[in-house]
């Protein structure tokens, strides 16, 4: 199995740019998770899927901050216009999750730097 | 809201000891507890899986106990070997959803 798959592993762009995160959750898995990553906040939620379906997106940060999961094996996570204090490491994580809490695979994650 | 605090943040050790790590939170009516574990630059390692029914979970040299009425979870590493270095973190599943709230990690370095 390739555990979760993200793209880029590493982006570097400049302010006002858009910036657009991959990922291929697990076969099977039907949970889909974006977290962030940095040295001041750790790691935080940034938005849930299950099903395809968005599930909460309270941790998006702002309007410019998107995500999207148009089928089972595969999401997107969208900056537009990206700034520098979105500098981090974006991860995405699948589990199986019929009802309860089950374990959660990360992916190796996509550094992101926005100078 | 749930908190999750991990105490030391780093920790340094000789080879061959046993050591605990610790995580403690505020609200004991939590779901799952997972640890983890990152190397510097890596994605994380999901470690071991602790139900909200259960006491304990074993894997190899790896102990993690839970007791949801003290609010803590620690994850026991016997005779500890260099390549166990890494930041081990550990996270609570909300009562709301599979989501999960992370404890800012203890980095471990065990020399030889």
């Known amino acids: 199995d390739a555990g979760v798959i993200q793209s880029p592993r590493h982006e570097v762009t400049e302010m006002g740019q858009e910036v657009t995160l991959r990922c291929k959750p697990i076969s099977g898995h039907n949970s889909l998770f974006w977290y962030r990553q940095t040295m001041m906040r750790g790691l935080e939620l940034l938005i849930y899927f299950n099903n395809n379906v968005p599930i909460d997106d309270s941790g998006m940060p702002e309007d410019r901050f998107s995500a999207k999961m148009p089928n089972a094996s595969f999401s997107t996570l969208k900056i537009q216009p990206s700034e520098p204090r979105d500098s981090a490491v974006y991860f995405c994580?699948?589990?199986f999750g019929g009802g309860s809490y089950n374990e959660q695979f990360f992916g190796p994650g996509t550094r992101l730097t926005v100078l | 809201k749930q908190e999750v605090t991990q105490i030391p943040a780093a920790l340094s050790v000789p080879e061959g000891e046993n050591l605990v790590l610790n995580c403690s939170f505020t609200?004991?009516?939590?779901?799952?507890l997972q640890w983890f574990r990152q190397d510097p630059g890596k994605g994380l390692t999901s470690l071991l899986l602790i139900q909200s029914s259960q006491r304990e979970q074993t894997s190899g040299r790896l102990n993690a106990s839970l007791d949801k009425s003290s609010g803590r979870s620690t994850l026991y590493i016997a005779a500890s070997q260099p390549g166990d270095s890494a930041t081990y973190l550990c996270a609570l599943f909300r009562n709301a959803g599979n989501m999960l709230t992370f404890g800012g990690g203890t980095r471990l370095m065990v020399k030889p």
């Open positions: 994580a699948s589990s």
């Open positions: 609200d004991s009516a939590i779901y799952n």
